[in-house]
Structures are given as C-alpha cells and as structure tokens.
C-alpha cells in the first residue's frame, strides 16, 4: 500500500538526542495512521509511539512518553521520532509501519514495514 525508508539511525551518548525519518511513497499517505516500533537483540519487537493519520492524536508506550515526540508532516509524505534523554535501553532497530486503525499497539495492525534503522545509546 505504502513503501516505507527509515533513517537517521546512529550512535549517540546517553542524554542525546536523535531525530528519525520514515519517508513514504505513495499518494494515499496521508490515509493511515502511522507507527514506530523498535526490537533489541533477543528481545521481541515494542510498540514505541503511534500518530493519527491527520496527526492530531499520539500514543506513546510508558518508557518514552516525555523524552519521545512522534510526528507527520502530511505534506513531505514523511513520519518523524524524535528522541531526547536517550537512555542504553533505547537501543534497538527501530522500524515505521503504516495502520488503518488509531490506536492500536498491536502489531499485525500495521503493514508496509519498513528496513529498520539501528540506534545505538552508549553509556
């Protein structure tokens, strides 16, 4: 339905910052609401923040709300997360996916997943 590019991954000193990118192609964009989620090694993938396809509603799971801020920019076809006061359990693959429900945390609610970008939060 939508083709879905993360980016803006990398390695970052914990209490930074980092900004994420899910650049979306396709012209019903817009349509969807729109979620990040993230995996560690040997753990399960985590629901992480969801937006509303208009992008006034957000969720986020309890260990980000306050340092995590999920956005859209309808217009640039583009999702961002935005990540302060990273901590050593932010680390993870984090991967955007798309959804025709808000809100939803369960995963198999979302489709058109993307690569994945790795963060990294040293301590």
């Known amino acids: 339905q939508v083709h879905l590019v993360e980016s803006g991954g990398g390695l970052v000193q914990a209490g930074g910052s980092l900004r994420l990118s899910c650049a979306a192609s396709g012209r019903t964009f817009s349509d969807y609401a729109m979620g990040w989620f993230r995996q560690a090694p040997g753990k399960e993938r985590e629901f992480v923040a969801a937006i509303s396809a208009s992008g006034s509603g957000t969720y986020y799971v309890d260990s980000v709300n306050g340092r995590y801020i999920i956005s859209r920019d309808n217009a640039k076809n583009t999702v961002y997360l935005q990540m302060n006061s990273l901590k050593p359990e932010d680390t993870a693959v984090y991967y955007c996916?798309?959804?025709?429900?808000?809100?939803?945390?369960?995963?198999?609610?979302?489709?058109?997943w993307g690569q994945g970008t790795q963060v990294t939060v040293s301590s």
């Open positions: 996916a798309a959804s025709e429900y808000y809100p939803t945390t369960y995963s198999p609610r979302y489709h058109s």
